[in-house]
């Protein structure tokens, strides 16, 4: 990583922290303590199950509310605040502007992730009071949502580019929404006759494919994941974001900052 | 070599939602700029200065034209490292101390790591800030803000420093010690293009200025050429308590004060207003020209702009 780079993004991840975004954690501790109590008191034998699926959901639901919520103004509030004209007018490219915003942003919910996924084994080695082997498979669960972070980060910041912190919001959400059904999508595609068929089939590899990168259900009930849906998703994750971030690249690059 | 060519430069926006019709910001503009000088953009409100500086900065593409800083095309990113820019009415991360905010612009326009600190603490001591370096900007009055712009726009020592309006928002002290900052960039050899429409400032420290109104250049010199084509005065104080028939018909501004009177009139009206005056035995006490200052050749060519515009309507 270029050095310019790397300094937007570190200041990108010091903003978050000093505007108090890692409060979350708190929030996030509190709701997991209670849950972990509770669930000690009332279930029987499915602890570890419900203490996975609320952790990891909770994990989910967190993160993607603090990508949304800031990868939305990471361009459109420094265009309206006025700092981006201070580092543009320095040796400083419009790409590397936007890719310096998304490492900030990513290396946040990284941060904001692994805090989150020690409170989760922290509070199933409350109620089970031992690990076993199979939770090696809540790792790549909360590998698959650091994944799904990348991809809304790079959403956020394709909708920043262009349009007002409201409208990309209702953006970047709405094509959460749909990409957690992306699967369903594709069966109704496969069903479907003429046009509908076209437009379906062309939504379905459009949005992005969340459903695919959501393995809390099955990780809760200790089935393994395969290590090829691993490389899949991956490969998927790195080239939807990369293709994102091009077209933010791509419309930024040609926007008069007024 | 000039340190700033504009060349035909021109900025037309598209504006509506439905139906885009253009707003033109700025006209064919040609200057030059030479090295080592202070030159003002002058201007009323939305004459075109900002939208000039930001297509020089890259901030927005021009419709036409072409711009050359250093010899090097603006669109050059070698051209950056060699200057400076402080925006108008500056606005930083808030969330930073001072010290932190220029040490991140410091690592943007790749100054050693090992000369940060002591650059970072020099640009303080030179803006009057080395006790509020650790403070964070938030916290900082409009006075401060602007200090910490002109700032970040020196720290990486560049050739050519651009000012937005560096005087506004500033309070007497402070728009003194931007002059005097400014005196002291000129004096280290280097461009300084900042734009005003505060008359006295250019005026003060302006080798020489462009006035641009309504997106078009109306007179680009030195200010000595710029007031000496402006029509001369002088100022005539005589004894007594009455302004006399022939000196009304000479000059409109006549003020009685006590036993004297004071005329301000055109400098070629000289000899028929001390003819007047000997004819009606009235004592001379003073005759002195009017200096003709900036902001009245200002008034004046604008005047002379409405009025050619109000003719051809």
Same mark, same amino acid.
Request: glycine letters at 6%; a positive charge.
């Given at each position: 990583?270029n050095?310019?780079?790397?300094?937007?993004?570190?200041?990108?991840?010091?903003?978050?922290?000093r505007?108090?975004?890692?409060?979350?954690?708190?929030?996030?501790?509190?709701?997991?303590?209670?849950?972990a109590?509770?669930?000690?008191?009332?279930?029987?034998?499915?602890e570890?199950?419900?203490?996975?699926?609320?952790?990891?959901?909770a994990?989910?639901?967190?993160?993607?509310?603090?990508?949304?919520?800031?990868?939305i103004g990471? @361009?459109?509030?420094?265009?309206?605040?006025?700092?981006?004209?201070t580092?543009?007018?320095?040796?400083v490219?419009?790409?590397e502007?936007?890719?310096?915003?998304?490492?900030?942003?990513?290396?946040?919910?990284?941060?904001?992730?692994?805090?989150?996924?020690?409170?989760?084994?922290?509070?199933?080695?409350y109620?089970?009071?031992k690990?076993?082997?199979?939770?090696?498979?809540?790792?790549?669960?909360?590998?698959?949502?650091?994944l799904?972070?990348?991809?809304?980060?790079?959403?956020?910041?394709?909708f920043s580019?262009?349009?007002?912190?409201?409208?990309?919001?209702?953006?970047?959400?709405?094509?959460?929404?749909?990409?957690?059904?992306?699967?369903?999508?594709?069966?109704?595609?496969?069903m479907?006759?003429g046009?509908?068929?076209?437009?379906?089939?062309?939504?379905?590899?459009?949005?992005p494919?969340f459903?695919?990168?959501?393995?809390?259900?099955?990780?809760?009930?200790?089935?393994p994941v395969?290590?090829?849906l691993?490389a899949?998703?991956?490969i998927?994750?790195?080239?939807?974001?990369?293709?994102?971030?091009?077209?933010? @690249?791509?419309?930024?690059?040609r926007?008069n900052?007024? | 070599?000039a340190?700033?060519?504009?060349?035909n430069? /021109?900025?037309?926006?598209?504006?509506g939602?439905?139906?885009?019709?253009p707003?033109?910001?700025?006209r064919?503009?040609?200057l030059?700029?030479?090295?080592g000088?202070?030159?003002?953009?002058?201007?009323?409100?939305?004459?075109?200065?900002?939208?000039?500086?930001?297509?020089?900065?890259?901030?927005v593409?021009p419709?036409?034209g072409?711009?050359?800083i250093?010899?090097?095309?603006?669109s050059?990113?070698?051209v950056?490292?060699?200057?400076?820019?402080?925006? %108008?009415?500056?606005?930083?991360?808030?969330?930073?101390?001072?010290?932190?905010l220029?040490?991140?612009?410091?690592?943007?326009?790749?100054?050693?790591?090992? %000369?940060?600190?002591?650059r970072?603490?020099?640009?303080?001591?030179?803006?009057g800030?080395?006790?509020?370096?650790?403070?964070?900007?938030?916290?900082? +009055?409009k006075?401060?803000?602007?200090?910490v712009?002109?700032?970040?726009?020196?720290?990486?020592?560049?050739?050519?420093?651009?000012?937005? %309006?560096?005087?506004?928002?500033l309070?007497?002290?402070?728009?003194?010690?931007?002059?005097d900052?400014?005196?002291?960039?000129?004096?280290?050899?280097?461009?300084?293009?900042?734009s005003t429409?505060i008359?006295?400032?250019?005026?003060?420290?302006?080798?020489?200025?462009?006035?641009?109104?309504?997106?078009?250049?109306?007179?680009?010199?030195?200010?000595?050429?710029?007031? +000496?084509?402006v029509?001369?005065?002088? /100022?005539?104080?005589?004894?007594?308590?009455?302004?006399p028939?022939?000196?009304?018909s000479?000059s409109?501004?006549?003020?009685?004060?006590?036993?004297?009177v004071r005329?301000?009139l055109? %400098?070629?009206?000289?000899?028929a207003?001390?003819?007047?005056?000997?004819?009606?035995?009235?004592?001379?006490?003073s005759?002195?020209?009017?200096?003709t +200052?900036?902001?009245?050749?200002?008034?004046?060519?604008?005047?002379?702009?409405?009025?050619?515009?109000?003719?051809?309507?």
């Open positions: 990583m050095s310019r780079i790397f300094h937007i993004a570190a200041n990108t991840f010091r903003e978050a922290v505007d108090r975004v890692l409060y979350n954690l708190i929030a996030f501790a509190l709701l997991l303590s209670a849950a109590i509770l669930v000690g008191q009332i279930s029987i034998d499915i570890r199950l419900v203490v996975v699926n609320l952790g990891l959901s994990v989910s639901l967190f993160g993607i509310v603090i990508a949304i919520f800031i990868g990471l @361009v459109s509030k420094e265009i309206d605040k006025r700092t981006l004209y580092v543009l007018s320095r040796p490219r419009r790409w502007f936007i890719v310096g915003k998304f490492f900030g942003l990513t290396g946040t919910l990284v941060v904001n992730t692994v805090c989150m996924g020690i409170g989760v084994f922290a509070a199933l080695l109620v089970s009071h690990f076993q082997h199979s939770d090696t498979s809540i790792l790549v669960a909360l590998y698959f949502i650091v799904q972070f990348v991809i809304i980060c790079a959403l956020a910041l394709l580019t262009f349009s007002s912190p409201l409208l990309s919001a209702v953006f970047a959400f709405s094509l959460f929404v749909i990409g957690s059904f992306a699967e369903d999508l594709k069966g109704f595609a496969a479907s006759q046009f509908t068929r076209v437009v379906t089939v062309a939504a379905s590899y459009l949005v494919n459903s695919a990168l959501n393995v809390i259900r099955s990780v809760a009930h200790e089935h395969p290590w090829s691993v899949y998703n991956t998927y994750a790195v080239v939807y974001s990369a293709m994102a971030l091009c077209g933010a @690249v791509l419309i930024f690059e926007r900052l007024k | 070599m340190a700033i060519e504009v060349i430069l /021109e900025k037309t926006y598209a504006v939602f439905w139906r885009k019709r707003r033109v910001a700025l064919p503009l040609n030059a700029v030479n090295e000088e202070v030159f003002g953009f002058l201007g009323p409100n939305g004459a075109g200065k900002t939208t000039t500086l930001k297509l020089l900065m890259g901030l593409y419709t036409g072409s711009a050359r250093l010899g090097m095309e603006i050059d990113p070698r950056k490292a060699q200057i400076g820019f402080l925006p %108008e009415q500056p606005y930083f991360y808030d969330y930073l101390t001072a010290r932190e220029l040490a991140y612009y410091a690592h943007l326009s790749g100054v050693p790591a090992k %000369e940060c600190s002591s970072i603490e020099n640009v303080l001591k030179l803006v800030l080395p006790d509020a370096a650790n403070v964070q900007l938030r916290k900082f +009055s006075g401060m803000l602007q200090r712009g002109i700032a970040q726009a020196v720290l990486h020592d560049p050739k050519v420093v651009f000012l937005d %309006e560096p005087m506004s928002g309070d007497p002290m402070g728009r003194r010690e931007v002059r900052l400014m005196a002291q960039l000129k004096q280290q050899g280097k461009t300084v293009f900042f429409h008359l006295a400032d250019a005026e003060a420290l302006c080798d020489r200025v462009a006035i641009i109104h309504q997106g078009e250049l109306r007179g680009v010199g030195a200010v000595a050429d710029l007031t +000496s084509s029509q001369g005065k002088i /100022e005539l104080v005589w004894a007594g308590n009455a302004v028939a022939s000196m009304k000479l409109s501004e006549c003020h009685v004060t006590g036993d004297t005329a301000v055109p %400098e070629n009206q000289q000899d207003a001390l003819e007047a005056l000997r004819r009606e035995h009235l004592k001379l006490i005759l002195v020209p009017v200096r +200052s900036l902001e009245q050749y200002f008034v004046e060519k604008l005047k002379r702009v409405e009025q050619s515009a109000g003719g051809k309507a």
